[in-house]
């Protein structure tokens, strides 16, 4: 998911730096390894994705960079899971996944989780009980 909103905000960057359509679609299907139906997609549905991407805020942006690059990590340690000829190697990989997973679960939910307990600790000194 997050190399699709990457691949939309390189999209919209190099069509303002005067790129061709023809010239994005070659770049960002070989950069994204996807084919260049999907990014001529992107092309012809951006009406309804381009309006989000554009109102995401700094803190949207930079949770998105962290997010892709755990899920980077993790395809990397998938990889070298499939290529490892030593135990010792694949239970590294396989370590390097769990962590990364979990870090990518944290960074995803934890803000969330910790916006609704500040929510709750303010009305429970206002005395609204929520059950």
Not at 18 to 45: A, M, P, W
Request: net charge positive.
């Amino acid at each position: 998911m997050l190399s699709v909103v990457e691949r939309r905000l390189e999209l919209l960057k190099m069509e303002g730096n005067g790129f061709n359509q023809s010239e994005i679609v070659k770049h960002l299907s070989q950069k994204f390894q996807c084919c260049d139906r999907t990014v001529y997609r992107d092309f012809e549905k951006r009406e309804e994705w381009q309006p989000f991407l554009q109102h995401l805020d700094g803190q949207g942006r930079l949770l998105m960079k962290i997010l892709n690059r755990y899920e980077q990590v993790y395809r990397h340690a998938g990889f070298l899971l499939l290529q490892a000829s030593q135990e010792n190697a694949k239970l590294g990989a396989l370590r390097l996944m769990l962590d990364a997973n979990k870090q990518l679960c944290e960074t995803a939910v934890i803000p969330g989780l910790l916006g609704r307990l500040k929510l709750l600790e303010e009305k429970a000194r206002r005395g609204v009980f929520v059950t």
